[in-house]
T-cell receptor, first 114, second 112 residues
Framework: ETGVTQSPTHLIKTRGQQVTLRCSSQ?????VSWYQQALGQGPQFIFQ???????GRGNFPPRFSGLQFPNYSSELNVNALELDDSALYLC?????????????FGPGTRLTVL | QQQVKQSPQSLIVQKGGISIINCAYE??????FPWYQQFPGKGPALLIA?????SEKKEGRFTISFNKSAKQFSLHIMDSQPGDSATYFC???????????FGSGTQLTVLP
């Protein structure tokens, strides 16, 4: 059984650019949540995807958007990058319909915005 | 209020000692309280979790104590080991999306 994987590991972009981050959920998990972790802080909930639709959103602007595919993998897209978007982006998958209590995190993608 | 407050920010313990990390919350809608361990360059890993109808849960060297009336919960690490050196996050979960709200983290260093 493979765990949650994310790509790329690291990414450097400039302000105003767009970025796409990818996540493959753990086998059998149908729900994916995305979190942003700024340096020295706890992760903050961005949104969750279940059955290919957004199923809850945190306090993030619309330039943060996502997709979930039929195989339950997911993408996080961020448009018009700002310096404050520099962070570790974490994907977490859950095994139960609608999201379960146990969320399994991937290693994250480190995004640096210059 | 969605905030979860965590203390201390950093903690240094001798090998074999007890590490204690505290968290407090305001939102009574929270119904699940996990603790995560994170090593540098890795994602958070679930350590132990508790529901608010239980006052204590123990798994090996790790114990959660939960005080529902005070809206506080804590993690105790018994017989702390150098391998326990990591950042620990308390969290609370609510809503149909099972959204996690994290504390700010505690960097634990266990001296050999």
């Amino acid at each position: 059984e493979t765990g949650v994987t994310q790509s790329p590991t690291h990414l450097i972009k400039t302000r105003g650019q767009q970025v796409t981050l990818r996540c493959s959920s753990q086998s059998g998990h149908n729900t994916v949540s995305w979190y942003q972790q700024a340096l020295g802080q706890g992760p903050q909930f961005i949104f969750q995807y279940y059955r290919e639709e957004e199923n809850g959103r945190g306090n993030f602007p619309p330039r943060f958007s996502g997709l979930q595919f039929p195989n339950y993998s997911s993408e996080l897209n961020v448009n018009a990058l700002e310096l404050d978007d520099s962070a570790l982006y974490l994907c977490a998958s859950s095994p139960l319909a609608g999201g379960g209590n146990e969320q399994f995190f991937g290693p994250g993608t480190r995004l640096t915005v210059l | 209020q969605q905030q979860v407050k965590q203390s201390p920010q950093s903690l240094i313990v001798q090998k074999g000692g007890i590490s204690i990390i505290n968290c407090a919350y305001e939102n009574t809608a929270f119904d699940y309280f996990p603790w995560y361990q994170q090593f540098p360059g890795k994602g958070p890993a679930l350590l132990i979790a508790i529901r608010p109808d239980v006052s204590e849960k123990k798994e090996g060297r790790f114990t959660i104590s939960f005080n529902k009336s005070a809206k506080q919960f804590s993690l105790h690490i018994m017989d702390s080991q150098p391998g326990d050196s990591a950042t620990y996050f308390c969290a609370a979960m609510a809503g149909s999306a099972r959204q996690l709200t994290f504390g700010s983290g505690t960097q634990l260093t266990v001296l050999p």
